[in-house]
């Protein structure tokens, strides 16, 4: 005599066995998800660098133009020492200042400087270009750097000098002036000309290079008084 399995129990155990194999698929893939997942990530950043418009390459920096930033009329521009005893002092019809070389430029310019032992040096020109410290300028169109005589602790005198080219360069805390131009140099009544000059007011030495003239006014003696 034969037994028959109810329909039920059949089917109790099929969808037993199928939930059994689904539950041990979803074990077996739950061991690959994250690499499943740092794939998509991946493949997702990689599409949105694909799409995302590139960022424009930067521009070379600008070099700063030659370009007036400010100006003035009737200038005057002082420097003093580390004292506040006044230094230089450069005025002018007009002046311009450019930010790119630091430099100002004037117009008509009229320079006084006083020296370390006191000493009074003047200068004019038709065109000036300072920096902005006021210690370095160059004088441009019938330049003349004037030195006032000076008497020195002995009792002895400095005599004037008088520097006059189309160029001069005076650097103001070296007291030296030069220049890559003829220049004409009166000390005193003698007078000297050159194709280049430097003068160092330190060294009390005068430099003349080229086509050198010089003139030597004789120095009047007091005659012996007669007998």
Same mark, same amino acid.
């Given at each position: 005599?034969?037994t028959?399995?109810?329909?039920?129990?059949?089917l109790t155990?099929?969808?037993?066995?199928?939930?059994?194999? =689904?539950?041990?698929?979803?074990?077996?893939?739950?061991?690959?998800?994250?690499?499943?997942?740092?794939?998509?990530?991946?493949?997702?950043?990689?599409? #949105?660098?694909?799409?995302?418009? $590139?960022?424009p390459?930067? %521009?070379?920096?600008?070099?700063?133009?030659?370009?007036v930033?400010?100006?003035?009329?009737r200038?005057t521009?002082?420097?003093?020492?580390?004292?506040g005893?006044?230094?230089?002092?450069?005025?002018g019809?007009h002046?311009r200042?450019?930010?790119?070389?630091?430099?100002?430029?004037?117009?008509e310019?009229?320079?006084?400087?006083i020296?370390?032992?006191?000493?009074?040096?003047?200068?004019?020109?038709?065109?000036?270009?300072?920096?902005d410290? $006021?210690?370095?300028?160059? =004088?441009?169109?019938?330049a003349?750097?004037?030195? %006032?005589? #000076?008497?020195q602790?002995d009792?002895?005198? =400095?005599?004037?000098? %008088?520097?006059?080219g189309?160029?001069?360069?005076?650097?103001?805390?070296?007291?030296?002036?030069?220049?890559?131009?003829p220049?004409?140099?009166?000390? +005193?009544?003698d007078?000297?000309? +050159?194709d280049?000059?430097?003068y160092?007011?330190?060294d009390?030495?005068? %430099? #003349?290079? $080229?086509?050198?003239? $010089?003139?030597?006014?004789?120095?009047?003696?007091?005659?012996a008084p007669?007998?």
């Amino acid at each position: 005599m034969s037994t028959q399995e109810p329909v039920g129990s059949r089917l109790t155990q099929r969808a037993s066995s199928t939930w059994d194999a =689904l539950v041990g698929m979803w074990d077996r893939l739950s061991i690959y998800l994250p690499l499943v997942m740092m794939g998509v990530l991946a493949f997702g950043t990689y599409w #949105l660098v694909r799409i995302t418009p $590139g960022m424009p390459a930067s %521009e070379a920096a600008r070099p700063v133009a030659h370009e007036v930033d400010y100006f003035m009329r009737r200038a005057t521009v002082k420097t003093f020492d580390d004292k506040g005893q006044l230094k230089t002092e450069i005025t002018g019809m007009h002046a311009r200042h450019y930010p790119d070389t630091e430099t100002l430029e004037i117009d008509e310019a009229r320079l006084r400087s006083i020296g370390l032992q006191g000493r009074l040096t003047t200068a004019t020109a038709k065109l000036a270009l300072s920096n902005d410290a $006021g210690t370095e300028v160059q =004088l441009m169109g019938d330049a003349v750097v004037i030195r %006032e005589p #000076l008497q020195q602790a002995d009792g002895s005198w =400095l005599p004037r000098l %008088e520097f006059r080219g189309e160029f001069l360069h005076i650097f103001a805390d070296d007291e030296r002036v030069k220049s890559h131009l003829p220049v004409v140099l009166t000390r +005193g009544k003698d007078q000297f000309s +050159g194709d280049t000059f430097t003068y160092d007011n330190r060294d009390q030495v005068a %430099e #003349l290079k $080229g086509r050198v003239k $010089g003139m030597l006014v004789p120095r009047r003696t007091t005659p012996a008084p007669s007998r």
